[in-house]
């Protein structure tokens, strides 16, 4: 039994080692800002996956969280907009590089700016000037109608909120979005495709102070030009179609400036045409476990688009009163926020169609982890948002990426937490070896009250990390399960530590630390003031750290399989760098189509980079045919890794 003992201290140590190993820093790379030209050279640091639940992680999240309340309780900087410039609204159709007049594509994603591999692999697609991908409805497997479709880079990048991770600073904006982007994309002079974004909660966490000097100073990050002047836009597409990107975060709502932006333009719109329609990215996916019986009887971000909808509305119907008839349609609602695909679409025999929001979509795999689908409901009701009546609209889901089926397999390697998220391990051992330390040399009240550390610390990780604003149902039962999980974690430290070392020595002796006397542990407890008479000092240690783990793991898998809860946490237990998604748009006066583009796997840029350098790359990337440069330095095949999965047509 002893190799019990063994295995335990053998991953207390592979934790510590990986642990640290983690810090090491990342190699600076160097690159060509301008394509054929080493005349200007750029330099940055790729990056690894950001790791949630070890130390960093942990504590950039209390804080940012912590740190974006207080900035939004003292300043709004949505509100100082007003004193920069302002758009046109003609940037985009206006720009040289849109030579078809006749229709506007764009591309778009979301939650990008992570793991150097998995964001580079989003953009090196994003950035040819075309590719032919292969198109297959994943839910049509059976049917033999797969067929190449060849689509063109669009004249416009449209980011939909978290450019970066973990946290919005000059450094990870240079490490992982302008890094990667100049690294596939960079500057070839002349005219190129713009870029705008609207902010999501992680750029935000800085108060937007980056996000400002990144996006809103008409510079140029690769071949990609920067025309944005505030954190929110409208743009014309065509002469009737219209992108609408709102700024509603950190708390769902919208301040009275941009309220006031958006009603000036769409009256502005409104005298030029008897009908325009629009594309409205927003920040996170409202309809995710809407309750539409809860309608304005809580906080639901729902009601705060439909506001900002119905506002834009009422201002069109004012202009009656100037014989001004028009109609403001919006066809389809974009966000990111949840990292994966879905799309909640209305049934085109619906009454009134066509004056009503036929597509919510949510396209969030821009780079960051995958999140599971299998939570998805089948069908949601959503209120009609243009008018503050109780009808409602049912809407189904259609394709969606990944699979309910490879999702639900994924939630399961939270049974393996402890070892996937070695980090948070770690952090749990060291924190059970103050304890344990003061348990066994204290001898007063606090032996006691410190069994009570490591219970009060996972409860707060699990109160910090997850959604606050949840019904009175989900309150109570996240209130019961976070009870169960302090009583638990309480459980194991007063029997590893407490009761433990009271049972027959016959049977758990070979658990005492005099097994190991290659490690001299006489000598460590006589130094470390440990009274001898603590047997088992080494294995309560361990033994509770690990547990504690485990424990975390299991309690984030349970709530999800049984409630539903904790949907982010169970999806980021484990970092998953392929699955990632992105929108190429077609607009023309008739019609919007959009094409749905999904990455089963991300290419080993970082590995690539170890034998090649930088700049050859680079070199080879804009001589090569894209599916040649993908064979000759990557594994999976471009035609089966790449592919379109859905197509959606909606008419004007």
Not at 19 to 26: E, N, R, V
Not at 121 to 127: A, G, P, R
Not at 416 to 422: G, R
Not at 583 to 598: A, G, N, P, R
Request: glycine share 6%.
């Amino acid at each position: 039994m002893e190799i019990l003992f063994y295995i335990l201290l053998l991953a207390a140590l592979a934790c510590f080692i990986f642990y640290f190993k983690d810090f090491l820093p990342a190699k600076k790379v160097t690159i060509f800002r301008q394509q054929y030209s080493d005349k200007f050279l750029y330099y940055f640091k790729p990056q690894k996956p950001v790791k949630w639940f070890d130390f960093t992680g942990l504590i950039n999240t209390f804080r940012m969280v912590s740190l974006s309340a207080d900035i939004l309780s003292i300043i709004d900087k949505r509100e100082v907009q007003t004193a920069m410039g302002k758009d046109l609204g003609s940037e985009l159709i206006d720009n040289d590089f849109n030579k078809n007049k006749e229709e506007f594509w764009f591309d778009f994603i979301a939650d990008t700016g992570d793991g150097f591999d998995s964001t580079t692999t989003v953009f090196y697609h994003l950035t040819r000037d075309k590719y032919t991908y292969t198109f297959k409805n994943e839910k049509d497997r059976d049917k033999q109608d797969e067929h190449e479709i060849t689509l063109k880079k669009g004249s416009a990048l449209v980011v939909g909120g978290d450019l970066v991770y973990p946290l919005g600073s000059e450094e990870h904006y240079r490490d992982r979005f302008k890094g990667p982007l100049r690294f596939v994309a960079p500057d070839r002079g002349g005219s190129g495709p713009i870029l705008v974004a609207t902010p999501g909660n992680h750029d935000w966490y800085d108060g937007l102070s980056a996000f400002f000097r990144l996006m809103c100073q008409q510079s140029k990050i690769g071949n990609y030009k920067t025309v944005q002047n505030r954190s929110y836009f409208a743009y014309a597409l065509q002469k009737n179609v219209h992108l609408f990107g709102i700024d509603n975060q950190l708390l769902g709502d919208i301040d009275i400036p941009q309220m006031t932006f958006f009603t000036e333009y769409v009256k502005k719109i409104s005298a030029k045409n008897r009908k325009n329609h629009v594309i409205l990215l927003i920040a996170e996916p409202y309809w995710y476990n809407y309750e539409i019986s809860d309608r304005y009887q809580r906080r639901q971000r729902m009601d705060s688009l439909e506001y900002i909808i119905r506002t834009m509305q009422e201002a069109v119907k004012k202009m009656e009163v100037f014989n001004v008839k028009s109609e403001l349609i919006f066809d389809v609602v974009v966000t990111g926020d949840i990292h994966h695909y879905s799309n909640y679409k209305l049934d085109k025999n619906t009454e009134g169609y066509d004056q009503q929001i036929k597509h919510f979509i949510t396209s969030g795999g821009g780079g960051a982890f995958g999140h599971i689908t299998d939570f998805l409901r089948e069908n949601i009701k959503i209120p009609v948002l243009q008018n503050a009546t109780t009808t409602s609209l049912d809407y189904n889901l259609g394709e969606i990426y990944p699979s309910k089926e490879k999702s639900s397999k994924k939630t399961w390697w939270n049974l393996l937490f402890s070892a996937v998220n070695y980090e948070f391990t770690a952090l749990m051992l060291m924190l059970s070896f103050v304890i344990t330390y003061i348990f066994c040399c204290t001898d007063s009240i606090l032996t006691y009250l410190v069994l009570f550390l490591l219970p009060a610390i996972l409860s707060l990780i699990i109160s910090k990390v997850t959604n606050h604003e949840c019904s009175n149902k989900e309150r109570w039962i996240t209130g019961i399960l976070r009870f169960g999980l302090f009583a638990l974690s309480f459980a194991i430290q007063l029997f590893i530590l407490d009761e433990f070392p009271h049972y027959d020595a016959s049977k758990i002796g070979f658990l005492a630390d005099s097994n190991l006397p290659f490690l001299k542990t006489e000598n460590i407890k006589d130094f470390l003031k440990i009274p001898l008479e603590n047997k088992y000092f080494l294995f309560q240690w361990i033994a509770s750290g690990i547990l504690q783990s485990v424990l975390f793991g299991w309690y984030i898998l349970f709530g999800y399989h049984f409630f539903k809860l904790y949907v982010t946490e169970v999806s980021s237990g484990k970092i998953n760098t392929g699955k990632k998604n992105f929108l190429k748009f077609k607009v023309t006066d008739k019609e919007i189509v959009i094409y749905v583009v999904v990455i089963k796997k991300a290419y080993k840029w970082m590995d690539l980079l170890k034998n090649k350098k930088a700049s050859s790359v680079q070199r080879e990337m804009s001589s090569k045919d894209p599916k040649r440069f993908i064979r000759d330095n990557f594994k999976p095949d471009p035609d089966n890794n790449v592919r379109i999965i859905d197509k959606i047509t909606i008419k004007l």
